[in-house]
């Protein structure tokens, strides 16, 4: 298949979390997400002090339908893309970089949070990230999912659908 | 092209309803959402004009349960169907596990029917895929127009060779619309682990 499946799992996907955390504290945004570029959430942090944040499914579809949108949009311009986009409303405002060539990093802030942090250590999470996930690249049918699981998805379907 | 999240033990598909403009995808998508028990689903999100023609994608996460560990989800999305939307159906395309053709009966869109399939088949090209390496169900919806075409015209004119599994529908009844979803997710789980 032409695209890759991101994988994250055991230590990598700890890292990826202790990331996130890092970045939220030396930030101060409410969430961070790593999510891939199909819509997909990989990790997730959410900083104590934050509200409940919106559905992160559809959080995550919209970054990467944007994102995606944006990048056709570079080029049409000239660019290969556009590494960073940031969002600013009235009290909040949303950065999204790119982690490789897979993934997004996206951080919600609020009007506690200076741009300039936002952006400084967004910056640097993304970098680390992109290094920490350059392996996690793989396919998904070498996984070692086999019958019984196909099995037992079919049951479901027919438990949610009706027979 | 699934994505496999581990940690959380969660797999993820994504299934496109692809057609010509007004076909009725986004309506399959709405009656999905009402047909789903809370707790299975999320929210739907839908980017659409102020006269609900879609202009980007709608989208409706569905939580199948768990398996063998991995907690299973579907990722349903609908096309912008209008032609001169083509650069924002393009991008939905991307990393898609399934496809639903969503056919018109009515007369006046046989060749609206014939012209998306042959651009989907383009847009796939451009991500290296062609219509045989994604999983594909075709539904023939609108069948309670008065001067609906026969199926088998429909069919003969987006799958010529007979191919892909066909399935009838009302889709603004819901006649026909789980039926289509639960074969393509049947496909899409069928592929999983048997590629090399």
Known sequence: MVEPALVLYGATYEKALEALDELLRESGARYALLVDKKGFVLAHKEALWAPKPPALDSLATLVAGNAAATQALAKLLGEARFNELLHQGERVGL????????????????????????????????????????????????????????????????ELFGN | MSTINFANREINFKIVYYGPGLSGKTTNLKWVYGRIPEGRKGEMVSLATEDERTLFFDFLPLDLGEVKGFKTRFHLYTVPGQVFYNASRKLILRGVDGI?????????????????????????????????????VIQVNKRDLPDALPVEMVRAVVDPEGKYPVFEAVATEGKGVMETLKEISRMVLGRVGSEA
């Open chain 2, 100 to 136: 639903v053709f969503v056919a018109d009966s009515a007369p006046n869109r046989l060749r609206a029917n014939a012209e998306s399939m042959r651009n989907m088949r383009e847009n796939l090209a451009e991500y290296g895929l062609g219509l045989d390496d994604v999983p594909l």
């Open chain 1, 95 to 158: 950065y999204v970089d790119e982690v490789g060539e897979h993934a997004l990093l996206v951080l919600v802030f609020d009007e506690n949070a200076p741009l300039g942090r936002v952006k400084l250590y967004g910056k640097r999470a993304a970098q680390a990230l992109a290094e920490l996930t350059k392996d996690a690249l793989t396919s998904p049918s070498k996984l070692g999912l086999d019958t019984e699981y196909r099995e037992g998805a079919s049951a479901l379907l027919d």
